[in-house]
């Protein structure tokens, strides 16, 4: 922060906490949602280099939602039932929370309940996810015969695996509900503040030392960059996203995930429709920690629109995010031995929407003791020291 920025904004410089969060986004502000709901007790303060919500968690589709269930079947296949099926009750859950605690106490969100659709190609393919072992009734995805869908889609797939208790929103206004809520409860707030180290005494920023009993990393995709200990354990990815105004509207309630296409997309409002994807068509231009569009992509998911859907349209936006993934594509909730105690929650390989509130409470719990462990992977992460 320049010696010009800080004489308009900077008003924290003597701050001290016993939770210092890094990352406000939305699973930064859950945990601190967690550790004020079950230890009001404690001083919780969360510190963010732009804005809350700036990130992917401002960015993506808005839809609260499991995830495909071509993702369980490649979890299933492989790490396993029992495992892909406890990562989809640890979602399943993580939505019933947000309902529960965020959504039912913040009408202003006006969110909808809603439901996502994975569709699928063929009998072939169902006997092929059937002959790796995955079986949808045992996943609690509902077999949806011939769907009806829009242009080409009718014949390309025979019927969905549909997920229901989701819900779409705006994530800004969810992340700005959450935030209110927190500084209701005393949680000191703190945007436009870059970290960059910890050290003994606590968070060292652009303009002081955050002194802090505990720090929760909730960075993300932004990981590495803020220690090259998670270099190789989180890698940042980009997903572009683009919105249209449709010339006439579209009766498609859900989510739709095309797993061939590698795209997702839904009705936003009435004409405006949002679609994601097509990352893979440049898996290696698109890892990368800052936010940007390239044309491959976003002509790609155009020519979605127009060759798939039939659709015409005129475009109204286009954006960009950052996810955090990990090898096993499994989220990492761990305390880490560092300078001093450390929780990490990040990693969560573009499902972070769906398990970030659920996560924020296994966070939590891990800083105030509540509990000792809590990871998905099989592996641990001991070799992270930062
Ligand atoms: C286009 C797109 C589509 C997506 N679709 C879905 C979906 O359908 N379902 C789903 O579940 N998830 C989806 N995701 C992923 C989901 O948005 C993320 O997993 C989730 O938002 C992660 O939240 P987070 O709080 O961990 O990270 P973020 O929201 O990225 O928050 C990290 C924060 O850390 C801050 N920060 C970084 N460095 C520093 C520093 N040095 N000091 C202080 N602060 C710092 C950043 O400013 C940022 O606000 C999508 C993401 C994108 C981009």
Not at 334 to 342: D, K, Q
Not at 363 to 386: D, M, N, Q, R, Y
Request: hydrophobic content about 40%.
């Amino acid at each position: 922060m320049s010696h010009w920025h800080r004489q308009h904004t900077f008003r924290t410089s003597d701050l001290t906490t016993d939770v210092a969060i890094l990352g406000g986004g939305f699973v930064g502000l859950s945990t601190a949602y967690w550790l004020t709901e079950t230890r009001p007790d404690l001083k919780v303060a969360v510190i963010d280099r732009g804005t809350c919500g700036g990130g992917a968690s401002g960015r993506n589709a808005g839809f609260l939602t499991v995830g495909s269930a071509a993702f369980y079947e490649a979890l299933n296949r492989r790490w396993g039932q029992d495992r892909a099926r406890h990562i989809l009750s640890f979602a399943t859950e993580s939505l019933e929370l947000i309902n529960q605690h965020i959504l039912k106490a913040s009408p202003e969100l006006k969110a909808e309940r809603s439901y996502s659709q994975t569709l699928i190609g063929s009998e072939e393919q169902l006997g092929n996810w059937r002959s790796a072992g995955f079986d949808a009734n045992i996943f609690n995805f509902n077999w949806q015969e011939g769907a009806s869908l829009p242009g080409h889609l009718n014949e390309r797939f025979i019927g969905a695996f549909q997920a229901e208790a989701e819900y779409k929103v705006n994530p800004v206004q969810l992340l700005g509900s959450l935030k209110s809520l927190l500084e209701s409860r005393r949680v000191q707030i703190v945007e436009n503040m870059s970290a960059y180290q910890l050290g003994p005494q606590g968070i060292t920023t652009e303009v002081n030392t955050i002194r802090a009993r505990h720090v929760v990393l909730a960075l993300n995709g932004y990981l590495p960059q803020f220690h090259p200990a998670f270099t190789g354990i989180v890698t940042p990815r980009r997903a572009q996203m683009l919105a249209v105004e449709l010339d006439e509207g579209l009766d498609c309630p859900a989510l739709y995930y095309d797993p061939p296409e590698r795209v997702y997309w839904r009705m936003a409002q009435e004409k405006v429709l949002i679609i994601g994807g097509k990352r893979l068509l440049d898996e290696a231009g698109e890892t990368g920690d800052f936010e940007k569009l390239s044309p491959l992509i976003q002509e790609a998911l155009e020519e979605y629109l127009r060759g798939q859907l039939g659709l015409r349209f005129k475009i109204i936006g286009r954006w960009s995010g950052i996810m955090g993934f990990t090898e096993s594509e499994l989220p990492i909730i761990e305390s880490l031995a560092g300078p001093l105690p450390t929780v990490v929650v990040g990693g969560f390989s573009g499902h972070g929407m769906g398990l970030g509130f659920h996560a924020g409470r296994e966070a939590a719990a891990l800083v105030t003791g509540e509990k000792s462990a809590s990871f998905f992977g099989p592996i641990k992460h001991s070799e992270i020291h930062l």
